[in-house]
């Protein structure tokens, strides 16, 4: 494991940019003075160092606010997200916009290093001035990745414009930036090294630039392109996966070997909001806002490998046992009883000293309505039940929220890749090309090893995939990325990709948990398509079983997110996307 010193890779106390400014209006303005600044290695380090903020524009949110918009989540409040859910989507609303200045405020600040960088040149070591300017090339590179995923074609932009100049402005094809980042991520890959020490851990290094563009071509099905990055990374004998699934998302594991690039968090100085938003109602200051669904839950497979609808091991009445250990990692499960000590099935997860016990409804379980506070050994009002912003979904969120913040807001570094997404991603790429090897199987069973903790040939202990079918390694590679990456912002683009959007919102509803799992019939039992998608329609209608929250409608423009209409005015080259 990497040693827990690190760089504070944000702009704490060391402001060099101006304030954000609507990027195409103002982005002349928005960088240090062109007379004086990048003179020394301090400033050029200074300048990439506050680039980093911008090292996924994803994260002016953490990464539930994308999947706020797939089967997965279910939100209780209302955020600019949910016009998704609706079936809203409309050229002035505010996510389009911060979206996109989000994303060139970000190109801007890597564009100024690298257009000014060379003042420094004389007084940097050639390494360090290589590596910093490839850490700026990194940046941008992702940036654009993020821009063209959402809106497609947009203006290709590598030195900061006159006024002039950002008022005429035409969006560029989507393959010639694609292309243009590929090329960039190599060459800065080139000089980037495998890994750093010291106070330098966080910053991007090779493995990061071919994690990225792993990413980006097999999102645009350019799956030798995907194959070749991935294997690199592979290659480099710098990453493994971490041996504990749960501790991953601690703070003991933000500094795994695992871990490629994570947008960097310090106590005290930068924070953000899981363990508020998500955290459970026991928990002073958390407001349970956004939630795991019923959907979720459902698609982890039993321990036999089999999704629940096909395993004979899975029990709608005790759903929590014999299920893929990342369901317990990923989702707080509540108790399975009747209300009496004797009809206790399984406890719910013990967390912060409060043992879960949830449901909607408190009418529904009012037994749940009081709980034994561990702390303090005295019987509390539950308000996981009671209280009046209770989830909506009946489930808590696990993953990424730490007991040590109990309702604070966290610190813990947020993953933005790792190694078992670079293994899914060259398993997937490798079956859509039809080049299924032992290699395809290797990759996939690493991770479903590291779920079980358990070495990968001990076969015996986890559910080993052997088919070489490319249809049945695609169904299984679908449901994997469910278990393995939930909640780390992937769900909303592996849809896109899959061509699922339309058949998610054509679902009419998203589900939360059985209001007492006890009353349900054995066949009580979603069925699970050879996509992963869930579907509850066999009972979820009736009286007191689930609890939802009504979608939209999917329109086949939403593929694509309006450019935003603030820059059309300020641009009028800037086209409009189809459908808007």
């Not at 409040?77 to 911060?98: A, C, H, K, P, W």
């Not at 001035?129 to 995923?149: D, H, P, T």
């Not at 749940?368 to 912003?389: K, P, T």
């Not at 998608?533 to 086949?556: I, K």
């Amino acid at each position: 494991m990497k040693s827990v010193n690190r760089l504070l890779i944000a702009i704490v106390g060391i402001i060099i940019f101006s304030a954000c400014q609507d990027f195409i209006s103002k982005a002349p303005l928005e960088g240090p003075s062109a007379e004086n600044f990048f003179s020394s290695e301090e400033e050029l380090v200074m300048g990439v160092n506050a680039a980093y903020n911008y090292i996924s524009p994803r994260m002016a949110d953490f990464p539930y606010s994308m999947e706020d918009n797939t089967d997965i989540v279910m939100s209780r409040v209302t955020n600019e997200y949910q016009i998704f859910r609706l079936g809203e989507l409309f050229t002035t609303s505010d996510v389009f916009e911060e979206y996109w200045d989000r994303s060139y405020q970000g190109i801007n600040r890597s564009n100024v290093i690298l257009n000014n960088g060379e003042r420094a040149q004389d007084d940097t070591s050639p390494e360090l001035f290589n590596r910093i300017m490839a850490e700026a090339r990194v940046i941008r590179a992702v940036n654009y990745f993020e821009l063209i995923q959402k809106f497609g074609d947009v203006p290709l932009i590598t030195e900061t414009p006159t006024l002039e100049e950002a008022g005429n402005i035409e969006r560029t094809s989507k393959s010639q930036i694609l292309e243009f980042i590929l090329t960039e991520l190599d060459e800065a890959a080139a000089d980037l090294p495998n890994e750093y020490q010291g106070s330098e851990i966080g910053r991007v290094t090779k493995g990061s630039a071919l994690a990225i563009k792993t990413r980006a071509a097999l999102y645009n099905e350019m799956y030798d392109v995907a194959i070749d990055a991935a294997e690199k990374v592979m290659n480099l004998g710098v990453y493994s996966l971490h041996p504990s699934f749960s501790e991953l998302f601690s703070y003991e594991g933000q500094y795994s070997d695992e871990i490629i690039l994570a947008d960097q968090y310090l106590q005290g100085e930068r924070a953000y909001g899981v363990s508020v938003i998500m955290g459970r109602n026991t928990s002073p200051g958390a407001w349970s806002g956004i939630n795991p669904t019923q959907h979720l839950v459902s698609s982890f497979e039993a321990t036999d490998g089999l999704p629940i609808d096909e395993s004979p091991l899975y029990d709608p009445t005790n759903p929590f046992v014999n299920r893929d250990p990342r369901l317990a990692a990923t989702v707080l499960q509540p108790r399975v009883w009747d209300g009496t000590e004797e009809s206790i099935k399984t406890y719910g997860t013990i967390f912060d000293g409060r043992e879960y016990m949830s449901t909607h409804d408190p009418e529904l379980i009012p037994h749940e309505s009081y709980i034994l506070d561990r702390n303090s050994g005295e019987m509390i009002a539950n308000q996981d039940v009671l209280h009046e912003w209770r989830t909506k979904s009946g489930y808590n969120l696990k993953k990424y929220v730490n007991e040590e913040d109990a309702g604070n807001a966290s610190s813990k570094n947020v993953i933005l890749y790792r190694y078992a997404d670079v293994l899914l991603m060259y398993a997937e790429a490798k079956i859509e090309s039809g080049e299924i090897d032992q290699t395809v199987l290797d990759a996939i069973n690493r991770v479903r090893a590291r779920a079980y903790e358990v070495g990968v040939g001990q076969t015996g202990q986890y559910p080993a995939i052997t088919t070489t079918s490319q249809s049945e390694l695609r169904e299984i590679i679908r449901r994997e990325r469910i278990a393995e990456l939930a909640f780390e912002g992937l769900r909303y683009e592996d849809l896109k990709r899959w061509g699922l959007m339309e058949e998610v919102y054509g679902q009419d509803n998203i589900w939360g948990r059985p209001g007492n799992y006890t009353e349900l019939e054995p066949d009580d039992i979603p069925e699970i398509d050879e996509n992963g998608m869930v579907d509850f329609s066999a009972y979820a209608e009736e009286e007191n079983l689930l609890f939802m929250v009504t979608t939209g409608r999917w329109d086949p423009a939403y593929m694509l997110w309006p450019i935003p209409q603030s820059e059309i005015d300020l641009n009028p080259n800037l086209t409009q996307n189809p459908g808007y």
